[in-house]
Nanobody, 120 residues
Framework: QVQLLESGGGLVQAGGSLRLSCVAS????????MAWYRQAPGKQRDLVAS???????DYSDSVRGRFTISRDNAKNTVFLQMNNLKPDDTAVYYC??????????????WGQGTQVTVSS
């Protein structure tokens, strides 16, 4: 069982920056594909950014060029650096972990979420 603990959310003015962290425990972190999702009130949970176990990154169009996902395998941590924040970025941000030890096995884990609020 993998546990994910997010931190770093808060209230920031438009144009500001925040850095989210997610510490994983209970698994072999370097084998996990990691991602950040977000969910605004009344909306579905959407993928924001992802990073594979090999370090390949991808971003949603809405955050590309402003957000950066990275990982530190020595610290079992994935980060989301968010710059030039906009009010539309306001949401609960969730850390996600996926590991597929075999073709048949596909395990997914979620953190509890951290609130990011961007004021205009």
């Amino acid at each position: 069982q993998v546990q994910l603990l997010e931190s770093g959310g808060g209230l920031v003015q438009a144009g500001g920056s925040l850095r989210l962290s997610c510490v994983a425990s209970g698994g072999i972190f370097r084998r996990h594909d990691m991602a950040w999702y977000r969910q605004a009130p009344g909306k579905q949970r959407d993928l924001v950014a992802s990073i594979t176990s090999g370090g390949i990154t991808d971003y949603s169009d809405s955050v590309r060029g402003r957000f950066t996902i990275s990982r530190d395998n020595a610290k079992n941590t994935v980060f989301l650096q968010m710059n030039n924040l906009k009010p539309d970025d306001t949401a609960v941000y969730y850390c996600h972990s996926r590991v597929r030890p075999t073709i048949e096995a596909d395990y997914n884990f979620w953190g509890q979420g951290t609130q990011v609020t961007v004021s205009s």
